[in-house]
């Protein structure tokens, strides 16, 4: 099965231009594609009142899905992918539905349902139900598919004169910087040299999320930037380090992009996430799990040398995989023997 002639819908939240990613492949591998933002708007205002109260948007909303509706009627899709899915009115979905009759609705979940309950009002509406959520897979029988990398983090390792030995890049959320200070707290210990990016939209989106994360209220605000890297700034900071850290919100347990970004950089992960040792592709010379209550660091682990992954092993991390997954294949007996 390819992509070639296959017009898609896809709705997606913005997240750090992996929408664009997706796109770009689909396109190059064949397919047309219509995209929508789920938002009706980005900015902080939007963003914050969707995720505290959507009733208080809920007119602004649905006057957005309607002009999505008036775009598509009419037109003829053999897909329709969601992503996230915070947002989007099940009215709108029905109508499609009802509309789109011989189009593959298909739904995929990168947040977990406890932090999204809402997810499972959406669940009826798609023939094809995906989340990287291990727990959730198992617990609402949904099909089973971790993230991916994108290209642009595979290129030729740098291996010597590096300039820092551990590296975090990510968004400042949930207690991560809590996480992250023990970290850097234990590398200075050992001599090592880091990097530390704590990545916020603004001072103000940081201020809206702090009165309802404890977590979030410890934070240093000057350790924290509202200068978002392109994935190439962030490839290339990868390519200068030994090992890269991952950490994982406390409540989910899904594999992050920046794990499999990491390991197709060729780089050590240090992760808190102790669900990766039941992935294939694990390998303690590559990848240090470590406890987020209690930070230890393995000087070994970083003096090891970075074993090739198998490139069978490497393909299902990637984007094309991924794709080849959410549209055209059922089979995903490669992911479920990674279920707890």
Not at 161 to 174: C, E, P, Q
Request: net charge positive; glycine share 2%; hydrophobic share 35%.
């Amino acid at each position: 099965m390819s992509f070639s002639g296959k017009r898609i819908l896809f709705i997606s939240a913005s997240f750090f231009s992996y929408e664009k990613a997706i796109i770009q492949l689909l396109e190059k591998l064949g397919a047309s594609v219509d995209f929508f933002d789920e938002r009706p708007s980005n900015s902080v205002f939007s963003k914050g009142i969707i995720r505290v109260n959507r009733k208080f948007y809920q007119q602004k909303i649905n006057q957005y899905y309607q002009s999505i509706s008036e775009k598509t009627t009419g037109e003829k899709y053999d897909f329709f992918l969601l992503i996230k899915g915070e947002s989007v009115p099940e009215k709108f979905l029905e109508n499609f539905k009802n509309q789109h009759s011989e189009t593959q609705m298909i739904f995929y979940l990168y947040d977990s349902v406890k932090e999204y309950p809402r997810f499972l009002d959406l669940l009826p509406y798609f023939d094809k139900k995906i989340t990287f959520e291990p727990s959730d897979a198992k617990k609402y029988q949904l099909q089973f598919r971790p993230l991916f990398f994108i290209d642009d983090y595979v290129s030729e390792s740098k291996k010597e004169n590096l300039k820092y030995d551990l590296v975090f890049i990510g968004s400042a959320h949930t207690d991560r910087f809590l996480v992250g200070e023990k970290v850097e707290e234990k590398a200075r210990i050992l001599g090592f040299k880091t990097l530390m990016y704590y990545f916020a939209p603004s001072k103000t989106a940081l201020k809206l999320r702090q009165i309802f994360d404890k977590n979030l209220q410890k934070i240093n605000l000057k350790k924290v930037t509202f200068k978002n890297l392109t994935h190439l700034e962030i490839s290339k900071i990868y390519s200068e380090t030994k090992a890269v850290l991952d950490i994982n919100k406390p409540f989910q347990f899904g594999l992050t992009m920046r794990t499999f970004e990491t390991l197709a950089s060729e780089k050590k992960l240090i992760t808190t996430n102790p669900e990766i040792k039941n992935y294939p592709f694990y390998h303690p010379q590559n990848i240090l799990v470590i406890d987020r209550n209690s930070v230890e660091l393995e000087p070994s682990f970083f003096q090891s040398e970075f074993q090739k992954i198998d490139e069978e092993d490497l393909y299902k991390m990637s984007l094309t995989s991924w794709l080849q997954e959410v549209f055209l294949l059922n089979d995903d007996s490669y992911w479920k023997k990674c279920l707890p």
